[in-house]
């Protein structure tokens, strides 16, 4: 279950769509993010069918990590046309690496409402940095 929370940052990027995105730990940030570029993409109540895979990722720094992370969820929505809105990620801090469990559906043009195409994650104002709270992520979509 999702705790986390994200926004859309309209007054950041113009042309792409920025994200603020909280999460109470890291596993619950890497979810709220998934959840959050699949909203961006699509309607997900409108996908089509039942899709599950895992998925694990290492990278050099954590921040890279997300990168990598946001950036594997496109890819899988341009090579299968698959938006996973639902995530259960546990991420280890060193070295970084995650491992996730994604729930979604398939792109069905009849019947998926779609949003923006989502077709990459910039290094631009790109942050990942821990807060009282939690963890804190300023991710910008290029769209």
């Known amino acids: 279950m999702i705790v986390g929370t994200w926004q859309v940052l309209e007054a950041i990027a113009i042309a792409d769509c920025a994200l603020q995105i909280d999460g109470r730990d ?13 909203d961006v993409m699509v309607d997900p109540r409108t996908l089509a069918g039942h899709a599950e895979r895992t998925i694990r990722l290492e990278a050099s720094a ?11 969820l496109i890819f899988l929505k341009d090579s299968e046309q698959l938006i996973f809105p639902r995530a259960e990620v546990s991420v280890r801090v060193t070295p ?17 409402v779609l949003r923006a195409d989502a077709k990459a994650v910039t290094l631009h104002q790109f942050s990942l940095e821990p807060r009282a709270a939690g963890w804190y992520a300023r991710v910008i979509i290029d769209i």
């Open 62 to 72: 954590l921040d890279l990590l997300l990168y990598d992370w946001l950036s594997e």
């Open 96 to 112: 970084p690496a995650l491992d996730a469990r994604i729930i979604g559906g398939r792109i069905d043009r009849a019947h998926t």
């Open 26 to 38: 890291l596993g619950d940030l890497f979810a709220t993010a998934a959840h959050a570029l699949a």
